[in-house]
């Protein structure tokens, strides 16, 4: 495989999407099912190379059976087939690099409702605040990391919490508390 298709790779007229942005939507384009050649499919190598990206690093998914592929990617004047993934240009502090390869040892869930949902996803920098939550799952003491679930169970993120679960579950639906997950401690997928 040379990289992300716009279609069935098998497919004689899919073709490689060379660039993806911060921005771009894959959903359309990636299989969920692993493939007989490797075991995470294509839906787990999008998903490390678009965390990667975010923290500033240029990802490339390429063929790596293909001689000699490796220096042919740096190589400027050889044109490679390959998605290439665009690395954000913000800096990143090394606490969100920290928390997003982190959902792995979530010990918890929080669940929050559309209005969370929407104001976490948009543009502002936004945290996970009470008045938004409708469930908390699991046993967690403050600073361990939870999975931030939308109302439709899809996962938006992973963050360090301010509260253990039984205090937070307390909060649930409340008003000017101290939000469960600050921003600086939320990476959102």
């Not at 678009?50 to 293909?66: L, M, P, S, T, W």
């Not at 004047?77 to 990143?92: L, M, P, S, Y």
């Not at 010990?107 to 605040?129: D, F, I, M, Q, Y």
């Amino acid at each position: 495989i040379d990289g992300i298709y716009n279609g069935n790779p098998e497919d004689k007229n899919s073709q490689v999407i060379e660039t993806v942005e911060a921005n771009k939507n894959l959903s359309q384009y990636i299989q969920t099912n692993k493939s007989s050649f490797g075991r995470g499919g294509m839906l787990t190598k999008t998903t490390i190379a678009r965390k990667v990206a975010d923290e500033g690093i240029h990802v490339f998914i390429a063929n790596g059976k293909k001689d000699n592929i490796l220096l042919d990617l740096v190589n400027k004047e050889k044109h490679v087939i390959c998605t290439q993934f665009i690395a954000n240009r913000k800096e990143v502090s090394s606490v969100k690099k920290w928390i997003a390869h982190s959902d792995g040892f979530a010990k918890g869930e929080v669940h929050v409702n559309a209005g969370a949902r929407k104001a976490l996803t948009g543009n502002k920098a936004t945290s996970v605040l009470f008045v938004g939550i409708t469930e908390i799952l699991g046993e967690f003491e403050k600073d361990d990391i939870v999975k931030i679930i939308d109302e439709n169970g899809k996962q938006l993120g992973v963050g360090k919490t301010q509260y253990d679960n039984k205090k937070a579950t307390q909060l649930i639906g409340k008003k000017g508390q101290r939000p469960l997950v600050h921003y600086d401690y939320l990476y959102l997928d």
